[in-house]
């Protein structure tokens, strides 16, 4: 700048100012992204608690559900916010409330569900398949624990979603999973690399539950992850991905997203 006049450089500056700019939206960009593994597609969204801002979300001040993405984007953009990404965040039952634990902003809004049913493990719903989990977000960190082991340790949780089944536990692949198995549907869950980096995956192409948990351990380096939906119900909002999924059935119940 020294060689330069007065005008010139602050032309320079302002040039810098531009290209860290860019640079700053190429790394939001790059929260998500299309991945393949094994023969299957899929949608994969990291973030990391030391910058990004995760939580969950289920009804709005009016005391009812979002149910929709666009609706959560409006909601915030009054509050002077934006919307970076969501996904359905766990199980909901017909009037759209969570079937399990479910916490925000510090307060238990659903209790933990706790019921066992037994039987065949093909006639029980996935929420039900022992162990379901908890996803939660604490003062910087996040976790995903059995949910007796949640209630057991009561880790801090200022947000926390229940679902079921678990993907994996400390790296080990759910019990009742079946190699090759011919159970193959969309799927959609959250896996943790460390305490600050979660992964957000939903499928692009049909996958058993088996084959999801792999994707997880194998191809994200995740030693634990929990499922959160399938079927028809899987949703997500990713606009670089050009995805704002409408909800299958009425509305979405949980939803967990990134705003800033």
């Known amino acids: 700048m020294i060689s330069f006049d007065a005008q010139t450089g602050v032309l320079r500056v302002q040039l810098c100012a531009v290209v860290l700019l860019s640079a700053t939206g190429m790394a939001q960009a790059e929260s998500c992204r299309a991945e393949s593994f094994s023969g299957a597609s ?136 079946i190699v090759n198995s011919t159970d193959r549907k969309p799927r959609d869950g959250v896996g943790l690399s460390s305490r600050n980096e979660i992964y957000f995956v939903i499928t692009k192409s049909w996958v058993s539950f088996y084959d999801f948990a792999r994707f997880f351990r194998d191809r994200l380096g995740c030693s634990n992850a929990l499922f959160l939906d399938g079927g028809e119900a899987p949703g997500l909002y990713a606009p670089e991905l050009g995805r704002n999924d409408a909800p299958a059935h009425g509305g979405y119940g949980p939803i967990i997203a990134v705003s800033e």
């Open 42 to 177: 899929y949608a994969v969204c990291s973030f990391n608690l030391a910058k990004d801002r995760v939580r969950t979300f289920w009804r709005g001040n009016d005391g009812n559900p979002y149910r929709t993405f666009d609706a959560l984007a409006a909601d915030l953009e009054a509050k002077g916010k934006s919307l970076r990404f969501a996904m359905n965040g766990g199980m909901y039952r017909g009037d759209l409330s969570p079937v399990g634990l479910y916490i925000e902003d510090g307060r238990m809004m659903v209790p933990p569900n706790t019921v066992t049913l037994t039987g065949a493990q093909s006639q029980i719903p996935n929420f039900y398949k022992k162990p379901n989990g908890v996803f939660y977000i604490g003062e910087g960190r996040a976790g995903i624990l059995e949910t007796g082991r949640f209630l057991a340790e009561k880790p801090e949780a200022n947000f926390a979603t229940q679902s079921g089944p678990m993907l994996l536990i400390n790296g080990k692949i759910h019990p009742a999973f």
